[in-house]
C-alpha cells in the first residue's frame, strides 16, 4: 500500500506570497511615505534574489529531471509557469503602485522625480555638463558586427539597447549598440536646488542616458533607446573532489557569478518586439522570461532616495535602543553574567553589550582565548575589529568563518584573510555543511581556573541589521551550556564523533529529532486528554517531516499555533488534516528573524531560541544551534515579548489560509502592534 503525498504548498509561489505581504507596507497610507518607498525597493531587491537563486533552481530541475515532481507534487514546468504568471502579477502591482500612487503621493509634499518632458532649459544645460563630465568618461558603447559580438553583460547591470541608422566613419551599420552603465554611477541623481527651482528634486540615470546618448554615435541617427536588466544563476558550486582550498575556489567561482545562466530579462515597456526577440535570442529565455515594466527597470537604486531627503516627518521616528534591567543598573558586564543569564531583544534593546563582551575580551588581560562563528557580519565591523586587535595582541582567537554565506563570501573571505594576517586560527568550518549557529566564546582566567562567557544567538553578528531586525541573544556563563558550545568548536575546528551535549539541540544531529520528539510528546499529551499546545516562531516551515508530524499532532488535539515570516508549505486549517493549526505572518517596520520553540509540555513549558528555521537546509546541511531558555524570568519574558504580542497583532499580522493565499487580520478594537508595543516598552529610556 502506498503513502498519499504529503499535502504541501510550492516553495517559490509562497516566496512571492510574502513580498505581496511586502508590497502591501508600501501601499499602506499608514506607513510614512518615505518608508512605503523602501518597501517598494525591497519587494525589487526580494524578487532579485528569489530569480538568481530560486527560479534558477527551478529551469535546473527542468533541465535535468523534468518528469521528477517537486515536493509539492508539481513538475518543474507547471511551477515555473505558476511562477511566471504570480511574478507578472506582482511586478505589474509594484509598478502601478510607484507611477500612480507614490510618485504623486511625494510631489505633493516636495519631492519630484522629474521626467525629460518637464526638464527646464537650466536643467538641461546643468543635466548636459553632468553627463559631459561624470557619465561620458566611462561609458563604452559597443555596436554589433563580427568584430563586436554582443557583450558578456554582468549580472543586474543596467544596459541599453540602441537602435541606429546611418554608417560610421569606417563605413559600418549594424543598426544596433549595446551601452552597460557602469555601477559606479547612480541611478538617481539629485538636481541642485538652485538649478530646479526647489529642493528634492530627482532624475533617472536612464533618462540622462536617453537625452545625450546620441552623442556617443557622432553623424547616426538614433531611432531607439531602451533599458533592460538581464538576472542570471547566482548559486555557487564547488566540486568537494577537485577541491584543495574552499577559500581559493570560491574566489574563482565569485568571478563567474556575474555570468551565470540567464533566468529573467527586464526591459522598458516601449521596447518593440523584434528587439526582445533579439535579445531572447541571445541569452537563450522564452517569452515567460520578460518582464516588460513602465518605469527604471531597477527599483532598488530608488533606496537611496530617502537618505537624500532630509524629511524626519516622512521616517519611521528613530528610536534608542533600550538595555535589559541587569545591565542597566551595572556597568560591569561580566560581573553581570556572572550573576545570572542576561536575555537581549533586538532591535528594541541594544546590541552594544555583544559589542562590548569582545572589546572587553581583546583589551582584558586576564582573558586567554575566544571563539567566535561568523556567517554575517558585513564589510565594516566592530566585532571584527574586535577580533583582530584581540589576535594581535597574542591571545588564542579562533574564528569560524563561513565563507558559503550567499552573496556575503566576498566579504567574509576578506576578513578572513585579514584575521589570518592578526595571527587568528581561521576555519572554514566543515565542508558540505554551512556554519549558521551564532556562537561566541570567551575564556578568561579567574581566582585560579578558567571560565567560560558565551554569547548565542537568533541573528548574524551584524550591528547594523542588529538595527534592523528582531532577534534573541543570550549571555550566560552557565558551565553545561559553556561545555556544550565549546564541544561544538572542537567538532568544527577538529576531527573525532560527536558526543551528546547537555542542554543544547545542534543540527545536523540532534535538532531535528529533538523537534520531533517534542512535537510528538504534544499529541501523546493531547491523546491522553491532558492539554497540549505548540507555538513557534520561525523565517521558514518546508520541512516534510516536520509538516507531517504538525498535521499529526493535529488530528491528535494540539493547539498549534504558528508564526511564519516568509515561506510556509504547511497548509493550516484544512478539516480533518490541520484542524487546529493556524498560520500567521507579521511583516512591519523590523524583519522578523528570531526562532522561537514553545512546547506546553503539561505544564513544563519548554522553550527554546535557535539560529535554524525548520527547512530541511537548517536541520541536515548546516550546523545550527538551538539552546532551552531555564531561566524562569528570561522564559516569562520571551513569551511576553517574542511569542504573546505576535498572536495578537491586528495592525501588521495576516492570517495564512489552507490554499497558501493570506488575509489581513480584521483590526477590531485598538488596534495593537506587536513591533510598536515592544518598541514602547523595551527601548530607552524605558528599561526593562
Known amino acids: 500500500m502506498t503513502t498519499p503525498p504529503l499535502p504541501?504548498?510550492?516553495?517559490?509561489?509562497?516566496?512571492?506570497?510574502?513580498?505581496?505581504?511586502?508590497?502591501?507596507?508600501?501601499?499602506?497610507?499608514?506607513?510614512?511615505?518615505?518608508?512605503?518607498?523602501?518597501?517598494?525597493?525591497?519587494?525589487?531587491?526580494?524578487?532579485?534574489?528569489?530569480?538568481?537563486?530560486?527560479?534558477?533552481?527551478?529551469?535546473?530541475?527542468?533541465r535535468l529531471s523534468p518528469g521528477q515532481a517537486l515536493p509539492d507534487g508539481l513538475l518543474p514546468s507547471q511551477a515555473l509557469a505558476k511562477v511566471s504568471q504570480a511574478a507578472h502579477g506582482l511586478v505589474e502591482r509594484q509598478y502601478w503602485l510607484m507611477r500612480e500612487v507614490l510618485f504623486p503621493a511625494l510631489a505633493e509634499e516636495g519631492i519630484h522625480f522629474v521626467r525629460r518632458a518637464e526638464w527646464t532649459a537650466e536643467m538641461h544645460e546643468w543635466i548636459h555638463q553632468y553627463f559631459l563630465r561624470e557619465v561620458m568618461p566611462v561609458l563604452t558603447p559597443i555596436g554589433l558586427d563580427p568584430s563586436h559580438p554582443f557583450p558578456r553583460l554582468l549580472n543586474k547591470s543596467l544596459n541599453f539597447a540602441i537602435e541606429l541608422e546611418g554608417r560610421d566613419a569606417f563605413g559600418r551599420s549594424s543598426g544596433i549598440a549595446i551601452v552597460q552603465a557602469p555601477r559606479i554611477l547612480p541611478r538617481v541623481i539629485k538636481l541642485p536646488e538652485d538649478i530646479a527651482g526647489k529642493p528634492n528634486c530627482f532624475i533617472f540615470l536612464s533618462s540622462m542616458l536617453h537625452a545625450h546618448i546620441g552623442e556617443?554615435?557622432?553623424?547616426?541617427?538614433?531611432?531607439?533607446?531602451?533599458?533592460?536588466r538581464l538576472t542570471r544563476d547566482s548559486e555557487l558550486t564547488v566540486e568537494e573532489d577537485e577541491l584543495k582550498n574552499l577559500r581559493t575556489a570560491l574566489q574563482g567561482e565569485l568571478r563567474h557569478r556575474q555570468y551565470g545562466d540567464a533566468v529573467r530579462l527586464e526591459i522598458a515597456d516601449n521596447c518593440p518586439e523584434h528587439m526582445e526577440e533579439f535579445m531572447l535570442g541571445q541569452f537563450g529565455l522564452e517569452k515567460a522570461d520578460v518582464y516588460r515594466v513602465e518605469g527604471p527597470v531597477n527599483l532598488v537604486r530608488l533606496m537611496q532616495v530617502p537618505d537624500l531627503v532630509n524629511r524626519p516627518d516622512l521616517k519611521y521616528r528613530p528610536f534608542v535602543p533600550g538595555l535589559p534591567l541587569p545591565l542597566a543598573k551595572k556597568n560591569d558586564l561580566l560581573a553581570t553574567i556572572r550573576k545570572g543569564d542576561v536575555l537581549l531583544h533586538h532591535p528594541y534593546q541594544s546590541f552594544q553589550p555583544v559589542i562590548d563582551l569582545l572589546n572587553i575580551a581583546a583589551t582584558?588581560?586576564?582573558?586567554?582565548?575566544?571563539?567566535?562563528?561568523?556567517?554575517?557580519?558585513?564589510?565594516?565591523?566592530?566585532?571584527?575589529?574586535?577580533?583582530?586587535?584581540?589576535?594581535?595582541?597574542?591571545k588564542q582567537?579562533?574564528?569560524?568563518?563561513?565563507?558559503?554565506?550567499?552573496?556575503?563570501?566576498?566579504?567574509?573571505?576578506?576578513?578572513?584573510?585579514?584575521?589570518?594576517?592578526?595571527?587568528?586560527?581561521?576555519?572554514?568550518?566543515?565542508?558540505?555543511?554551512?556554519?549558521?549557529?551564532?556562537?561566541?566564546?570567551?575564556?578568561?582566567?579567574?581566582?585560579?581556573?578558567?571560565?567560560?562567557?558565551?554569547?548565542?544567538?537568533t541573528g548574524n553578528y551584524h550591528p547594523r541589521t542588529a538595527r534592523m531586525y528582531t532577534d534573541f541573544g543570550l549571555m550566560t556563563c552557565n558551565e553545561e551550556i559553556a561545555s556544550d558550545v565549546n564541544d561544538i568548536f572542537v567538532q568544527i575546528t577538529g576531527l573525532g564523533r560527536v558526543g551528546e551535549l547537555k542542554h543544547l539541540l545542534q543540527s545536523p544531529f540532534s535538532l531535528h529529532s529533538g523537534m520531533l520528539a517534542a512535537i510528538s510528546r504534544e499529541a501523546e499529551h493531547a491523546r491522553a486528554g491532558r492539554s497540549a499546545a505548540i507555538i513557534a516562531k520561525m523565517n521558514s516551515l518546508l520541512e516534510p517531516q516536520i509538516i507531517a508530524a504538525l498535521y499529526e499532532a493535529s488530528q491528535a488535539g494540539v493547539k498549534i499555533r504558528l508564526i511564519i515570516r516568509g515561506v510556509c508549505a504547511l497548509r493550516p486549517g484544512v478539516p480533518g488534516l490541520s484542524d487546529n493549526?493556524?498560520?500567521?505572518?507579521?511583516?512591519?517596520?523590523?524583519?522578523?528573524?528570531?526562532?522561537?520553540?514553545?512546547?506546553?509540555?503539561?505544564?513544563?513549558?519548554?522553550?527554546?531560541?535557535?539560529?535554524?528555521?525548520?527547512?530541511?537546509?537548517?536541520?541536515?546541511?548546516?550546523?545550527?544551534?538551538?539552546?532551552?531558555?531555564?531561566?524562569?524570568?528570561?522564559?516569562?519574558?520571551?513569551i511576553k515579548e517574542g511569542l504573546r504580542p505576535y498572536l495578537f497583532d491586528n495592525v501588521n499580522a495576516w492570517e495564512m489560509q489552507g490554499d497558501g493565499s493570506y488575509k489581513r487580520k480584521t483590526q477590531r478594537g485598538k488596534p495593537r502592534s506587536a513591533q510598536a508595543i515592544l518598541l514602547e516598552e523595551l527601548s530607552s529610556p524605558t528599561v526593562r
Open 216 to 228: 556617443l554615435f557622432s553623424g547616426m541617427a538614433i531611432k531607439g533607446f531602451y533599458q533592460f
Open 397 to 457: 582567537v579562533t574564528v569560524v568563518v563561513e565563507l558559503m554565506a550567499r552573496f556575503d563570501e566576498e566579504a567574509n573571505i576578506g576578513w578572513a584573510s585579514r584575521l589570518e594576517d592578526a595571527g587568528a586560527h581561521v576555519v572554514y568550518g566543515v565542508y558540505g555543511y554551512k556554519i549558521h549557529a551564532k556562537m561566541l566564546m570567551v575564556v578568561r582566567r579567574e581566582d585560579g581556573q578558567l571560565r567560560r562567557y558565551v554569547h548565542l544567538g
Open 364 to 394: 582584558d588581560p586576564q582573558v586567554v582565548a575566544i571563539k567566535m562563528t561568523v556567517y554575517r557580519t558585513g564589510t565594516e565591523s566592530a566585532l571584527m575589529d574586535s577580533l583582530l586587535a584581540a589576535a594581535r595582541a597574542g
Open 581 to 638: 493549526i493556524e498560520v500567521r505572518s507579521v511583516v512591519g517596520r523590523f524583519l522578523e528573524h528570531p526562532r522561537v520553540f514553545y512546547f506546553y509540555n503539561d505544564r513544563q513549558e519548554d522553550l527554546y531560541i535557535a539560529s535554524a528555521d525548520w527547512m530541511g537546509r537548517n536541520f541536515f546541511r548546516r550546523i545550527e544551534t538551538c539552546v532551552p531558555i531555564r531561566d524562569t524570568k528570561l522564559k516569562r519574558r520571551v
Open 8 to 62: 504541501l504548498l510550492n516553495r517559490e509561489l509562497g516566496l512571492i506570497e510574502f513580498n505581496r505581504r511586502v508590497l502591501a507596507q508600501a501601499e499602506d497610507t499608514g506607513v510614512p511615505l518615505l518608508e512605503r518607498l523602501k518597501f517598494l525597493c525591497i519587494v525589487s531587491s526580494n524578487l532579485d534574489e528569489f530569480f538568481e537563486v530560486r527560479v534558477a533552481s527551478l529551469k535546473e530541475a527542468q
